[in-house]
């Protein structure tokens, strides 16, 4: 009997290690300083107020670049809303796995207006690095688009 509740709570305890580690976060880049949180919904609906801000965002990571791992992007507080947090190439890369995680983030709102042509080319690349290329429509971009995205420093996901 002793040997049954020894082999049950080493069960417990290797289960309780497992779920621990599995819940364990990981950071990425520059480490975090600020307190505050902006939600990204404020920094969607008034993009400019924050350009060239340091914001912390948190958000669910709904997609990551899949060529290099360059960017995430984190969901908004708000339904269907999304900011790309995007980190220099080779700095900072996050796993495919990433999906579907929790994301802190911190880094400077940019905003920039594209023309026609530089949304066009953006989206090309989008679709090229989520192997996506099939489903690209050109004819969709016809006219200038602003870009709002964050310039990634740091983010811890769990």
Known sequence: MTTI?????????????????????????KGLTLKVKTPISAILKDPHAFHGKKV????TIVEVCEERGCWIKIASDKQFESIRFKVEDGVI?????????LALAEGVV???????EQALAQ??????????????????YTKDVMDVQIKGEGARVK
Do not use: W
């Open 5 to 29: 509740r020894t082999a049950i709570a080493a069960l417990a305890l290797v289960a309780l290690s497992a779920t621990t580690a599995a819940a364990q976060a990981k950071d990425y880049g």
């Open 123 to 140: 989206a090309k690349e989008m679709h090229k690095e989520r192997g996506t290329m099939a489903k690209f429509d050109p004819s969709k």
């Open 110 to 116: 940019e905003v920039n207006m594209l023309t026609k």
């Open 93 to 101: 890369t996050f796993p495919l796995d990433a999906k579907g995680k």
């Open 56 to 59: 912390q965002v948190e958000g």
